[in-house]
């Protein structure tokens, strides 16, 4: 799903132990065809709820920043339409997303970082119906983030994430989805010293076809293309040390795929921070 990130794409966290906790709607009553127009799909109504729930981790080593993070989320989704076949009602675990490792280095006014992370799946793959909601493959995901600061307070910013995801045979059946690419990102700044806000965005391109000898042959050669931008706030709580964001997205330039509506609330707490502890202060 895209349009999860949103203005921290690109940014360096401070060293710490964070714990993390997304709420996402993602909702579509149209579904585009490969050339962008409208499939014929009477009563096609798509309904998800996802509570994405993880933990992450920066150290410092010199100039260096080592990322770590875990997370799974909870899905619930429905999908309507008057050909009974297509229709499905699912809720549960989906796939794990583990990152072992990332590396990020910062500037008076630069971010940059790269990491790579492994999807594993809960299950197998079950089309339709009511069962699981994971994907059934294992997928590698390689990323690129940057983030670059107009001032050298860091107040305004341009930020962005690039990331290759190379998916595997879907286990149990021979089908493959073919491999994407999407950017996530925005631009924004920080104001009254507590309320980030500003334009997010991201865009998502498939850039090899599904394969196996498994594929319904309707979707042979189609390939998912998708772009979206909306408005996004982020508001620092110190007292607590949280930060609650909450972003609206809308979907254009839709290819092979429901063209939805993203909107998500995440709340990030910083449970240890490392920084006060490696300068000596006492860690709260």
Do not use: C
């Not at 790269?114 to 339709?128: K, M, N, V």
Request: charged share 20%.
């Amino acid at each position: 799903m895209p349009g999860t990130v949103g203005l921290n794409a690109g940014k360096q966290p401070e060293p710490g132990l964070y714990l993390a906790d997304q709420l996402v709607f993602y909702g579509s009553n149209t579904l585009r065809d490969r050339n962008g127009g409208l499939a014929p799909v009477e009563g096609f109504r798509l309904r998800a709820w996802v509570n994405g729930f993880g933990v992450a981790a920066t150290l410092a080593l010199g100039g260096t920043y080592l990322n770590f993070a875990v997370s799974a989320p909870l899905v619930d989704v429905s999908l309507n339409s008057t050909v009974p076949q297509a229709s499905i009602d699912k809720f549960g675990l989906s796939d794990a997303r583990v990152q072992p490792l990332g590396l990020g280095w910062r500037t008076a006014r630069l971010d940059l970082g790269g990491s790579y992370a492994l999807y594993i799946p809960t299950r197998r793959y079950e089309p339709g119906g009511t069962g699981s909601v994971s994907r059934g493959a294992f997928s590698h995901e390689f990323a690129l983030r940057g983030t670059v600061y107009a001032d050298r307070d860091r107040q305004w910013y341009l930020t962005a994430m690039a990331s290759y995801e190379l998916n595997q045979r879907k286990i149990g059946i021979d089908i493959t989805r073919g491999d994407t690419v999407q950017i996530q990102g925005g631009i924004g700044g920080r104001v009254l010293k507590v309320i980030d806000v500003g334009l997010a965005g991201y865009a998502l391109w498939q850039v090899k076809d599904d394969s196996g000898s498994d594929l319904p042959p309707v979707l042979a050669g189609s390939r998912d293309r998708v772009f979206g931008l909306g408005p996004e706030v982020g508001v620092l709580i110190p007292p607590i040390r949280t930060k609650l964001s909450l972003r609206y997205e809308a979907d254009f330039g839709v290819n092979a795929r429901p063209q939805a509506q993203i909107a998500s609330l995440t709340a990030n707490f910083l449970l240890w921070d490392l920084a006060k502890k490696a300068s000596g202060a006492p860690a709260k």
